[in-house]
């Protein structure tokens, strides 16, 4: 608006006063006016917000347009009798720290990293009909990426789509885990998103376009790739930044609320807390109590099946650390030492906005061929890849009987918790020394390890392939993907999700509550204000505004001085 009545206040004084101008300012006047308002136009035109999201590098390009203004606006004032003026005295210290931030990130952005694993999944919206794709990418941790936090973001660059296109993706996995992953959701035909998900599946194999690795041979070994079938670095990076579940770690007690695409750093800390910290820590975790909040559309349930699969691993190993205690009285064990959920206490909330009164006529369809695709080779299209799902797959240990034979051994996260898996993996390497650099050989004999009750049997295998695991679960999983996306798609008001799809708590230690609805936020203020009286709190937030703006209300009205019971919101919103 500044620039309009700028625009209208020069034409109207001209009326007035034409001589002024052809004395002081010539013609040149109006050609640097008339293109600082065109640069105005394009600019404000391509920020508004279905340009951003559907059309970004509209929005990106056109925005690169703020130093020819920059230019224009230094010329804009010089005259026959008149010197350059003295705007470039207000920009050239900000145009400066402009030009130093993008020379240090083209500095360290220009370090490829390696690409592990590529994900493609498809769903379908039961309302619009629209198709969406999400591309999942998981990133050797390598460099600053080694020691990032939380719900942290990154910019990713593909030479192969622009040598000048940076974009930011939050980093959807724990800092605890061996990759780094991140969710892509593809923003449509022909955008950057869109571009660099058909590059990578140009690399996949033949016979699987779904979940793949991109590696190479190195020596004996397999390692990521780096280098695309263009000569290029597939993948470069810039970061990480900060984000607002990095400061999970101040508090004992934390809220954490992920919408929409926000969910992605709610699962980062959801992983980071349940598989890393509870399992590892002695005394407080930070948090010791954690009320996780992911608040999604109806229509948009198909398209974050992954967080289906991110619950029902936390919830596997929450489950699997509270059987502990009750194994060890089975078998008379003494419970003396630090057990892994003592002191702790979590809560999974999962809200359902706007489910249609009367479902669309595909609903069934679309729940049924999803219940339906029951085979081994669906479960990562359907729900993404497991935790880590190629960096825990082989493992080399010693034999039992022969410390110059080995055996390779590979096993499935689907179907085995992290908790069993560190515990396993510890007990492997401790038998019969640490893990030994050799060629695969195969095994003598089957051997079989007993991990807090559970036994798990490595068997010789075929002239030195890959060993298969198998195991023997005393504690059986207590839901799956399959019955917590079926209960979230007809989900009703306050049911939870407990052993084998009971609606009953998971355990003592964690309940898992389905509401249909917008979040009641006063109820969980009420009673994390009842349950810890006198401590500070964290609430942590990504997503809409909209959510931003009533958790800030809330924070404030239920923090109390007086009995030093507060409430801090870290919000990033979009």
């Known amino acids: 608006m500044g620039g309009v009545f700028h625009s209208v206040g020069h034409i109207t004084h001209y009326a007035m006063v034409p001589g002024t101008y052809e004395h002081n300012w010539g013609a040149e006047i109006w050609l640097t006016g008339g293109v600082l308002l065109l640069i105005m136009i394009i600019m404000y035109a391509s920020s508004v917000r279905n340009v951003r999201w559907t059309k970004f590098e509209n929005f990106w390009y056109t925005h690169h347009l703020f130093a020819l203004y920059y230019v224009m606006a230094i010329f804009h004032g010089i005259g026959p009798n008149r010197g350059i003026t003295g705007f470039w005295k207000w920009i050239v210290g900000p145009f400066g720290l402009y030009l130093l931030e993008r020379l240090t990130r083209e500095i360290r952005g220009g370090k490829p990293v390696g690409v592990v694993s590529v994900t493609h999944m498809l769903s379908k919206d039961p309302v619009k009909g629209s198709t969406t794709k999400i591309l999942v990418l998981n990133l050797e941790k390598t460099g600053p990426l080694a020691s990032h936090r939380d719900g942290q973001y990154l910019f990713l660059k593909c030479p192969f789509i622009s040598n000048i296109q940076w974009h930011p993706f939050t980093i959807s996995s724990a800092p605890g885990n061996k990759t780094v992953t991140v969710h892509i959701q593809n923003a449509g035909p022909g955008t950057w998103t869109d571009r660099l ?93 954690v009320y996780l909040v992911w608040v999604v559309r109806w229509s948009s349930l198909n398209a974050y099946r992954f967080m289906c699969r991110t619950i029902k691993e936390v919830a596997h190993d929450i489950y699997d650390m509270a059987q502990i205690p009750l194994q060890r009285r089975a078998s008379g064990a003494s419970l003396g030492g630090r057990m892994p959920l003592q002191g702790k206490r979590c809560e999974i909330h999962i809200y359902v906005t706007s489910k249609p009164k009367q479902m669309p006529a595909n609903a069934d369809a679309i729940l049924g061929t999803i219940l339906a695709s029951r085979a081994p080779k669906d479960q990562t299209r359907l729900w993404g890849p497991p935790q ?101 798609w007809n989900v009703e008001e306050g049911t939870m999700i407990g052993p084998r799809a009971a609606n009953a708590p998971l355990c003592d230690e964690c309940s898992i509550i389905m509401h249909n609805g917008r979040p009641k936020w006063d109820r969980h203020f009420n009673h994390m204000k009842e349950q810890h009286r006198g401590s500070r709190m964290g609430v942590m937030y990504c997503g809409p505004k909209i959510i931003a703006q009533q958790l800030l209300d809330k924070s404030a009205e239920h923090t109390d001085f007086k009995s030093k019971t507060v409430f801090d919101l870290h919000k990033e919103n979009f």
């Open 388 to 488: 880590d799902s190629f960096a825990n797959q082989v493992l080399q240990v010693p034999a039992l009987r022969d410390a110059q034979q080995r055996q390779w051994v590979s096993w499935d996260n689907t179907n085995l918790s992290m908790y069993s898996c560190e515990a396993l993996r510890t007990q492997m390497r401790t038998q019969k020394g640490a893990v030994q650099a050799s060629s695969r050989v195969q095994a003598t004999q089957a051997i079989t390890y007993d991990i807090n009750g559970e036994k798990f049997t490595v068997r010789p295998g075929d002239g030195g392939n890959i060993e298969q695991m198998t195991k023997i679960r005393n504690t059986p999983q207590p839901f799956n993907e399959y019955d917590l996306f079926q209960r979230l």
């Open 197 to 289: 998900q058909e590059y990578l599946r140009a690399m996949a194999p033949r016979d699987n376009h779904t979940h793949y690795k991109i590696t190479h041979g190195q020596g004996p070994d397999q390692v990521a790739q780096y280098m695309g079938p263009d000569g290029q670095h597939i993948i470069c990076w810039d970061g990480p930044y900060g984000a607002p579940t990095q400061h999970r770690g101040e508090y004992e007690t934390g809220m954490i609320v992920g919408a929409g695409i926000g969910c992605t750093p709610l699962r980062a800390t959801m992983q980071s807390i349940i598989h890393h910290r509870w399992r590892r820590a002695v005394g407080s975790a930070y948090p010791d109590t």
